[in-house]
């Protein structure tokens, strides 16, 4: 029977995505000098050991057990194995990318791909319940808390994860059950495609550019549920049927040169991986020249740089530009939160949002439109808040076909563009 670990998976609260998790304590320890687990050291604050592992744990509370792994697998390994046998420990009860409790031993092996590449592991048990789970070693070891993917069936059904994997990066496989018992198995591990690094990592998560199916969104075991070229996590929402492919993607680690075009009286600039754009008293438009056909989804995503100086500052992605006269914009006004669908500089309607106007650069913003071919709708994203705004209207509600390319504007505002994806 499989548990749910409730508290466990409060605790270890990061997502499959490698997110660590948030500290917490388990109140404060035993007197100093008492020796509650009787194993001759004193239970101080700084040196208790409540669970007899030969590990100290500052301030009273239960460490966070690091596995150790036994052996190494390589691309086309094939072994056989039992999750009990020497070299396995029985010191990680939950892994940050499951919700289940895993109280067997684990047998752990370490993973190093030569180059970046898709690993595919499947464990096959062979007469008892045991789980699959890939880490990634962030710095911190064999952690349960670096959980990139798991595999969780019930039974002794097949176990598989499939993920792309990095050059040079430490990895750690790990064969663990839900039942205290140990259990026999067979596991292997095939590299089933390279991916062609181009050595830029625009979100962050360890997964290079080139190969991750949700660029600009943080995840490292690329989720991705319809197999397509769109990761789960930036799937258009409700429908991941909607969108299968990134046809546009620039980190702005480049100059300002094609496919980029701007108008306006402001200035671009492409320096430092990103895009800035300066106005002072007007608006500038930069234009990506890819056209793409519905349903898609065009994002922009940026931060501030420099004090605001004057009122009524907006930003904003474009869509639907057909000529320097004719396109829209989902834009954000910066000092107000408002978030509207306008043509040209004209308002056709507007919301607001929960933003917190907080300009410092250490806050990203990500303005995306979705148009399914009916209805165009705006969202807006804030790195610590989340979703904070979603504006919709049907077509025949706006002025002007929608046909057209997209980019980014700033009005009386400087800001600095970190990517623009289009997915189609």
Known sequence: MRVSVGILAALFAGSCSGDMPPSFSLGGGPDSGSDADSDSNSDSDSDSDSDSDGDT???????????????AVGCSAAVVGNSGASGSTTVVDAYSCSGYAEPGPEFVYVFTPAEDTNVSVVLTPADSDLDLFLLVDIGTGCDPASCVTASTEAGTATEQIDVPVSAGGTYYVAVDGPVAEAGGYALSVACTGECEGEGHDEDGDAVDDNCDT?????????ANGDADGVGDVCEWPDDEAALDAITAFDPFTGSFSAPWTSDGAGSWMADEDLLTGLTVGNGSNAYHDAVPAAPYSIESTFHYTGEATIENRWVSTLFGHST??????????SNTGYLGIWYLTSNIDMIATIDDLDRDPSVQRRIRLYDDGDTVTCTLDHSALGQIGEISLEDWELPADVTGGGGVRVYNETAAFESYVIYE
């Not at 744990?57 to 052996?71: H, M, Q």
């Not at 949700?214 to 690329?222: E, F, N, T």
């Open 57 to 71: 744990e500052p301030d009273g509370g239960t460490d966070t057990d690091l596995c150790t792994p036994a052996d």
């Open 214 to 222: 949700c660029p600009s969104y943080p995840d490292i075991a690329l």
């Open 324 to 333: 320097s006269t004719s396109w829209f914009q989902c834009a954000f006004q």
